[in-house]
């Protein structure tokens, strides 16, 4: 059975960093196409990064350069790197596990909550 | 990085027929093959409906079906049900290495 579960979440200031994990279970992270999905509260979905099979990585405009998707094929375990956080990075954060080329999300963990406040 | 365009919200009574329209561009929806849609209820993580514009995957409802005409692409629910109630999202390739949802719209199974 495929598993997801992210955490790291919490509570951050303005410019602070925070890595998020999702540990992956029933599924090989580094054989799949893994993005980072993040929902601010209320409001829609927002794609945020993704890692190809070759490890390629991808990044949103509103990321770039502030985020770091990674993972670790010995823990089997998606890191996303955040860096320069902004209150509007606020959200729950979404690890999944997607199709081929990222065209679709088969698989989502159960989200886990930034706050970025002062 | 401009979200794809969906209604706020639809509605519809039980076992009527709903589409919910998913509008974007040339260089999204219209240029690519590969529109999917979720299912989200409140404080639940989405859940994949339809992938590949038209694919269901295992133990979704036929009642859920999907099409994509030029930059629009729309999923329909028939035979409404209450359970059907939630939001839901399209999503798209947009091309270089892009990737955008849509703003979601809720249905309401009145």
């Known amino acids: 059975e495929v598993q997801l579960v992210e955490s790291g979440g919490g509570l951050i200031q303005p410019a602070g960093s925070l890595r998020l994990s999702c540990a992956a279970s029933g599924f090989t992270v580094s054989s799949n196409f893994m993005s980072w999905v993040r929902q601010a509260p209320g409001k829609g979905l927002q794609w945020v990064s993704v890692i190809y099979i070759d490890g390629r990585t991808y990044y949103a405009d509103s990321v770039k350069g502030r985020f770091t998707i990674s993972r670790d094929m010995s823990k089997n375990t998606l890191f996303l790197q955040m860096d320069f956080l902004r209150a509007e990075d606020t959200a729950v954060y979404y690890c999944?596990?997607?199709?081929?080329?990222?065209?679709?999300?088969?698989?989502w963990g159960q989200g886990t909550l930034l706050t970025v406040s002062s | 990085q401009s979200a794809l365009t969906q209604p706020r919200s639809v509605s519809g009574s039980p076992g009527q027929s709903v589409t919910i329209s998913c509008t974007g561009t040339?260089?999204?929806?219209?240029?690519?093959?590969?529109v999917s849609w979720y299912q989200q209820f409140p404080g639940k993580a989405p859940k994949l409906m339809i992938y590949?514009?038209?694919k269901r995957p295992s133990g979704v409802p036929d009642r859920f079906s999907a099409s994509k005409s030029g930059n629009t692409a729309s999923l329909t629910i028939s035979g409404l049900q209450a359970e059907d109630e939630a939001d839901y999202y399209c999503y798209s390739y947009a091309g270089s290495y892009i990737w955008v949802f849509g703003g979601g719209t809720k249905l309401t199974v009145l």
């Open positions: 999944v596990k997607a199709g081929p080329w990222n065209h679709y999300f088969d698989y």
């Open positions: 040339s260089s999204d929806v219209g240029g690519y093959n590969s």
């Open positions: 590949d514009v038209t």
